[in-house]
Every structure is written in structure tokens, then in C-alpha cells.
């Protein structure tokens, strides 16, 4: 790490620049070099920030870019003061994607807005999906992803909602909307209301419980073989043939010290192994 | 009559318009006799006013469609003519929901929080 005032130090010396340089060339690697730009070294320390570098940036790292990220900035602010009632928040990710997070009342208000809007245009429903995360009160987080074709732009909308408390179907918005509901009602079992044809979709026509819940197990409980005997597929509770294995994949040293409080929780809810 | 105007949209599904002077100001009359039932300072209304008067002042001062249509520069008329109409049914819908109102409910503390 670099450390600015050792750099100031170096230069005010008498004789300093040769040895500033030589300084800078034992101790940078070459992305940190890249980040350096003529008025650090002159002396007035400047944050470090990559919008301002000059040098050649790595190809390998995809930069937020400020062209993508101020329009997003500026249209989320724009829908929040549009829409107080319904939402909560209205960020841009650093990977530089509108996200807006609503309260559950407003999903039809605020899809209507995107699409119908002039600004907006968000005419394509891209997905609905569904995240489960058991330790929260509302433990489903349903997620719209809407496309714009008219300004080349995506947007996010996310809810919550629990096991027992329905959400409003937007299907009279989207048609798109139908099956991606039906999925998220049969992996998940997040009820939807006003919803024209509200049944399962990918699992089997008896199936019993709603599989992509992280309380449900990875392998199910029932599992299928044909019986000759009875000459039809039999349907028995599951039986592996060696115990299931959870490995670990973690290292002794920290990895990501920024998320030290995440791994914390992530142990005290069970995230991590039972041994 | 088509013969002056063009033959088609190029865009399954939308036929063209051939008066579409006549469809986008009764659309934008509508849309603002409905605007101005809703609160003066909801931005909503603020914005949408300022949008449709100026595509209706476009509209109102151009005859000729392909040079109103690259003033407007938002597609075709035929498509201009689809989004005034969903403008519309929006700011119908807004009357009844009222979305300028206050929050009406925060999520729980930890709610958007990630990494958990």
C-alpha cells in the first residue's frame, strides 16, 4: 500500500527526485502505477479515483462507467420522486444496474409506471425470479427485470413478501409475467392474486412442496425408479446409496476482509458446516 | 390516400396511421384535462404536463408527418401514437392509486441487507 506522506516526505528532500523514483520503481506494481498521476507526485495528494487516471487501463477489470451509471442515477431519483408512495429506495449498483426496491402494495403502480411512462418505456419484462433468504421476516425477495428498447436501458424492481402473504399479479401489465409467475408460485409458493391460470409448472403433477426453498433438500424426498414387478414407475421415499457430503471450501487465511461481518452471519445462521 | 403517406410500419402488428394529427391531440387533450385532476406540486404531473404540451405544440405546429415525426425523434408516429395512449391509461390509473402520497411502509431493518 502506498503510502502518500512517505512520497511528500521523499520529495521535499534536497536531491529527492532520483531517489523518489527509484522508490516509487522498487516498491509499485504495475497497477498501482497506473493509478498515479502527475499532480500526486507534484505534491498535492489527489483521492485516488480511475475516473481521473490518465494511463492506460487494465483490460481485465470492467470499470463502472459514468456514462451508463448518471443517466440510471438520475431516472431512479426520478421515479422515486414520482412515486414516494410505493418506493423505498433507488440505487445503482456497482455493477451499474438500476435497481428499485418497493414496498409489496406497489407492484402493479410501479410497473405500469415504467412501462407506460414516456421516460420509462420499460415495455419488456426480461424475468421474475425469487430469492429466498430464511433468516429474514419476509423471507422471498421477488425480483422484475425490465428492459427498455426505447433507450437502450434496464431496470430492477424488487419486493419482499412471506410464505402466506400473496402478492398482486401483474399479468395485466405484462403478458410475459404469466409463466414467470407459475414458476415462482411452484418453486417457491409465493401466492399470486388476479393471476388468470395460477398453477404448477415445472414440477411433476402430484409434487408436494415448492423446491427452490433453501429449506427444502438438495436431493427431495420421494425419487422415482420403474418397477418391473408392477411394471410402472413407482414413486419411494429417496434412499442414497452413500451419505451426502458437505465440503468444506474454506481456507485459513481471510479472503474477503470486507465481508468479515457477513461471515459471521453466515456461521451463526448455519450457513457454514454443522461438524 | 396511402399513396401519399407511407405504406407500412415496418413493425408487425402496427398499421399505419393516416391522420395522426388527429389521434395524438385528442390523446394529449385527454391526458391533460386528467393531469390536471391530480395535485399541482406531484412531480408526476409536473413532468408529464411538461412532455405531452411540448409533443402537442410539435404536433400542432408540424403537418407534414416524417419531419414531425424526426422533431418528436422518439420512432415512428404510429409508435408515438402507442405511447400517448399508454400515457394515458397510466395517468388513469394514477387517479385511482394516488402513488404522490407519503410512504406507507418502510421494510424491515434488515430487510435489503447483503451479504446477510
Redesign the interface.
Known sequence: MINLKHILKLRSLPGATSCTSAFLKETLTAPACSRINASMISGFPTPMRRELCTEKKMPTVRYSDPAIREPLKAFGK?AG?????????ADVTIFDELEI?I?P??V??VL??L?????G?FVNLSDICCVD?P????RFEVVYNLLSL?YNCRARV?T?TDELTPLESCCSVFQAANWYEREVWDMFGVYFTNHPDLRRILTDYGFQGHPFRKDFPLVGYNEYRYDDEQKRVVIEPVELAQDFRKFEYSTPWEVFPN?RD?DK??RK?G?GDEK | SKAAGKLTTGLTGLAVNSTPHISLTALYDRTLKLLARMPAD???RQ??EA?VKERLAAVNSEPDISRLEKRIN??QIEEVVQ?AE??L??AR??LA????????????P???KW??
Open positions: 426520478y420522486e414520482c412515486l414516494p408512495k410505493y418506493i423505498q429506495s426496491l414496498h402494495e406497489g402493479l403502480p405500469s409506471f412501462k407506460d411512462h414516456h421516460a418505456q433468504v433468516s429474514r421476516q419476509f426505447r424488487k419482499y465481508y457477513a452471519n453466515m445462521e450457513g | 406531484a412531480k408526476y413532468s408529464t412532455i422518439c420512432g405511447q399508454r400515457e391509461q397510466l390509473n394514477f392509486w394516488k402513488p404522490w402520497e407519503p410512504l406507507i411502509g418502510q421494510a424491515p434488515n430487510q435489503w451479504p446477510l
